[in-house]
């Protein structure tokens, strides 16, 4: 079906809420979203990367791309790695080496560097750009690497005052195929570049080395203890089984003490209460939940939950955490919301809720603000992330306590709304285009009226895709109870014109509505602005068409607003000639019986 209705794509929206508390505070759907991830505690994640270019084209400067979840935007970061002084270049074995972004404060970039000989890389260096000074700092080495060990970034911890890291080894040689037996851990102050805390870890001796589970390790709130969670599958469990099992190692960071603790195979959910006190783990394969008691230095508490587990997330009261899986492959399609004091299942938040319009997520979700604010990416129709576009939902204290007004289900109409409508409209074979609408905008593809039934507008279509012909279209509204049954259903076709594609509409004080119809005179021109007032039972009370017939002259309505009395108030344009060169703004207004009672347009 041809898409000629314009997006409207919201930035900062108005909070909504939505399932469990959470808030929809804005959607930004220009934002770029490739291979996102934290470069600070709290505020900055790099969510994508822009290059310059030299005369012929080859990459000269990135710009990181970070979101500032304080600021809730995008900024620009300039790093000119082609400025590298050449002390930096000749040690790297490069002119114009690569760089990994490790940190970010707003005023200085934190940086990693492979050094290369050949082809191999030999070494791992630090280095830092001050924006203020617009300076490199010295290179410092953070360890070499070769046939027996690897650099393994371990991440800066809650403070932002450190960067961890680690070279695993294997003294037997061939640390990425066979795994490793040790990590050196070390740390570098973000500040003075000083090395100053290193540590050995000695992983359990196995017939075979199993390695840690990948992405980013966990930290406590305080930054004192560090988990390193190993990683084990049922197909390598039964290749070669892991004894002692696979564990968990809890770092206390100042006394360089570690404590062990069996774990699930593939546990990827990990989380330390605010206090510290406890360490809870769940697993993808399995669905076990287990927490430990850090002071009593025991397993206290085991459940089952959901499998297919991608990460927790703790509230910011730390009384409750939010289960985050992978519901492309698992029912039900629901984010669980777990109590801290025994892991029992409070609540249940719908996928869709968070992914509006799906329910199979591949979910990926990054926390900033100390767990106030969620951000999720926009999801294409298989629930993969798309590259563009995110939004961001604030957390209460705790999600659906007594602590929270409206804790208990939440003002759940408008998103509701929204998801009785597409599924009655995918149903009915109803088309609409899966546009992002401001939950405040009086005109929608899918409004709640206040009486909480649902109003949707959409068209009935005999084309395909490789079969269009003119005719075979009808605009159809329909309204729903607030449970998603049918009250009616209304064809809204009109003698001369051949097309139509939908619209919007909105609700009246009445207890009525009024559409606003995408209708084609012909095909290949522009629409007619058109509305339709049409009462509580679907009766048509009338029927408005604005001049022209998608030629010169012809009005185009871009928003449409209704106003508290019934009133319409349109904005849009229109154009004096073929080629749209000749613009005017056009604004019109009509009564509630469908009457014009003003229309001015500019010279």
Same mark, same amino acid.
């Given at each position: 079906?041809?898409?000629?209705?314009?997006?409207?794509?919201?930035?900062?929206?108005?909070?909504?809420?939505?399932?469990?508390?959470?808030?929809?505070?804005?959607?930004?759907?220009?934002?770029?979203?490739?291979?996102?991830?934290?470069?600070?505690?709290?505020?900055?994640?790099?969510?994508?990367?822009?290059?310059?270019?030299?005369?012929? *084209?080859?990459?000269?400067?990135?710009? !990181?791309?970070?979101? @500032?979840?304080?600021?809730?935007?995008?900024?620009?970061?300039?790093?000119?790695?082609?400025?590298?002084?050449?002390?930096?270049?000749?040690?790297?074995?490069?002119? *114009?080496?690569?760089?990994?972004?490790?940190?970010?404060?707003?005023?200085?970039?934190?940086?990693?560097?492979?050094?290369?000989?050949?082809?191999?890389?030999?070494?791992?260096?630090?280095?830092?750009?001050?924006?203020?000074?617009?300076?490199?700092?010295?290179?410092?080495?953070?360890?070499?690497?070769?046939? =027996?060990?690897?650099?393994? @970034?371990?991440?800066?911890?809650?403070?932002?005052?450190?960067?961890?890291?680690?070279?695993?080894?294997?003294?037997?040689?061939?640390?990425?195929?066979?795994?490793?037996?040790?990590?050196?851990?070390?740390?570098?102050?973000?500040?003075?570049?000083?090395?100053?805390?290193?540590?050995?870890? @000695?992983?359990?001796?196995?017939?075979?080395?199993?390695?840690?589970?990948?992405?980013?390790?966990?930290?406590?709130?305080?930054?004192?203890?560090?988990?390193?969670?190993?990683?084990?599958?049922?197909?390598?469990?039964?290749?070669?089984?892991?004894?002692?099992?696979?564990?968990?190692?809890?770092?206390?960071?100042?006394?360089?003490?570690?404590?062990?603790?069996?774990?699930?195979?593939?546990?990827?959910?990990?989380?330390?209460?605010?206090?510290?006190? !406890?360490?809870?783990?769940?697993? *993808?394969?399995?669905?076990?939940?287990?927490?430990?008691?850090?002071?009593?230095?025991?397993?206290?508490?085991?459940?089952?939950?959901?499998?297919?587990?991608?990460?927790?997330?703790?509230?910011?009261?730390?009384?409750?955490?939010?289960?985050?899986?992978?519901?492309?492959?698992?029912?039900?399609?629901?984010?669980?919301?777990?109590?801290?004091?025994?892991?029992?299942?409070?609540?249940?938040?719908?996928?869709?809720?968070?992914?509006?319009?799906?329910?199979?997520?591949?979910?990926?979700?990054?926390?900033?603000?100390?767990?106030?604010?969620?951000?999720?990416?926009?999801?294409?129709?298989?629930?993969?992330?798309?590259?563009?576009?995110?939004?961001?939902?604030?957390?209460?204290?705790?999600?659906?306590?007594?602590?929270?007004?409206?804790?208990?289900?939440?003002?759940?109409?408008?998103?509701?709304?929204?998801?009785?409508?597409?599924?009655?409209?995918?149903?009915?074979?109803?088309?609409?285009?899966?546009?992002?609408?401001?939950?405040?905008?009086?005109?929608?593809?899918?409004?709640?009226?206040?009486?909480?039934?649902?109003?949707?507008?959409?068209?009935?279509?005999?084309? =395909?895709?490789?079969? %269009?012909?003119?005719?075979?279209?009808?605009?159809?509204?329909?309204?729903?109870?607030?449970?998603?049954?049918?009250?009616?259903?209304?064809?809204?076709?009109?003698?001369?014109?051949?097309? %139509?594609?939908?619209?919007?509409?909105?609700?009246?004080?009445?207890?009525?509505?009024?559409?606003?119809?995408?209708?084609?005179?012909?095909?290949?021109?522009?629409?007619?602005?058109?509305?339709?007032?049409? *009462?509580?039972?679907?009766?048509?009370?009338?029927?408005?068409?604005?001049?022209?017939?998608?030629?010169?002259?012809?009005?185009?309505?871009?928003?449409?607003?209704?106003?508290?009395?019934?009133?319409?108030?349109? =904005?849009?344009?229109?154009?004096?000639?073929?080629?749209?060169?000749?613009?005017?703004?056009?604004?019109?207004?009509?009564?509630?019986?469908?009457?014009?009672?003003?229309?001015?347009?500019?010279?």
């Amino acid at each position: 079906m041809r898409t000629r209705i314009a997006a409207l794509l919201l930035l900062l929206c108005p909070q909504l809420a939505l399932a469990g508390d959470l808030q929809l505070a804005a959607e930004l759907p220009d934002v770029n979203y490739t291979n996102a991830a934290k470069v600070s505690a709290q505020r900055f994640v790099l969510v994508g990367v822009t290059w310059d270019r030299d005369e012929k *084209n080859r990459p000269k400067m990135p710009h !990181y791309e970070l979101f @500032d979840f304080q600021e809730r935007k995008v900024i620009d970061v300039p790093v000119p790695l082609h400025q590298l002084p050449k002390a930096h270049t000749d040690t790297l074995g490069r002119t *114009n080496p690569s760089a990994t972004v490790v940190h970010h404060d707003g005023q200085v970039t934190s940086l990693t560097f492979n050094a290369t000989k050949g082809y191999e890389t030999v070494a791992t260096y630090f280095c830092q750009y001050d924006h203020r000074t617009r300076q490199f700092s010295d290179l410092v080495l953070l360890g070499p690497k070769d046939n =027996t060990r690897y650099f393994h @970034d371990i991440g800066f911890d809650p403070t932002d005052t450190y960067l961890y890291y680690a070279s695993a080894v294997n003294p037997a040689g061939n640390v990425l195929k066979e795994g490793y037996t040790s990590f050196e851990l070390a740390r570098i102050d973000l500040e003075t570049r000083a090395i100053d805390w290193t540590m050995k870890v @000695d992983f359990p001796k196995r017939d075979k080395p199993i390695k840690l589970v990948s992405g980013p390790k966990v930290f406590s709130p305080d930054g004192k203890k560090l988990a390193l969670v190993e990683y084990n599958d049922k197909g390598n469990e039964r290749s070669h089984p892991a004894r002692p099992q696979q564990q968990v190692l809890v770092i206390d960071i100042p006394s360089k003490q570690v404590d062990s603790y069996p774990v699930p195979l593939t546990t990827y959910g990990t989380a330390f209460t605010p206090d510290g006190r !406890y360490l809870l783990l769940g697993s *993808n394969e399995l669905g076990d939940v287990i927490r430990i008691d850090l002071e009593k230095k025991k397993i206290d508490a085991k459940t089952q939950g959901m499998k297919k587990v991608h990460r927790f997330v703790l509230t910011p009261s730390g009384k409750s955490f939010l289960v985050i899986s992978n519901t492309q492959q698992i029912s039900p399609k629901v984010v669980e919301v777990r109590r801290v004091s025994d892991l029992s299942l409070q609540t249940s938040i719908p996928m869709r809720m968070l992914f509006p319009g799906n329910d199979g997520v591949a979910a990926e979700v990054i926390v900033g603000l100390n767990g106030r604010l969620l951000m999720t990416p926009f999801v294409d129709e298989k629930g993969w992330p798309s590259r563009k576009g995110v939004r961001l939902y604030e957390v209460p204290d705790d999600v659906n306590s007594p602590e929270v007004a409206g804790g208990a289900g939440g003002d759940l109409k408008i998103a509701q709304g929204v998801v009785l409508g597409k599924q009655y409209a995918d149903k009915h074979a109803i088309r609409y285009v899966d546009y992002k609408v401001d939950p405040t905008a009086t005109f929608a593809q899918f409004v709640v009226a206040p009486d909480g039934d649902v109003l949707l507008i959409g068209t009935l279509s005999g084309n =395909t895709d490789s079969d %269009y012909k003119p005719g075979r279209t009808k605009p159809v509204v329909a309204r729903l109870d607030p449970t998603g049954k049918p009250r009616w259903q209304k064809v809204l076709v009109k003698k001369g014109f051949l097309d %139509y594609e939908g619209g919007t509409v909105a609700a009246t004080p009445d207890g009525g509505c009024v559409a606003q119809i995408v209708s084609y005179v012909h095909p290949g021109r522009p629409p007619v602005t058109r509305l339709v007032k049409l *009462n509580a039972k679907g009766r048509v009370l009338w029927d408005h068409q604005f001049r022209g017939d998608g030629g010169p002259g012809t009005p185009l309505g871009d928003h449409f607003e209704l106003l508290p009395d019934g009133s319409v108030v349109i =904005t849009g344009r229109y154009y004096d000639d073929v080629e749209n060169k000749q613009k005017h703004d056009w604004k019109a207004v009509l009564d509630p019986n469908g009457k014009v009672v003003s229309e001015e347009a500019s010279p």
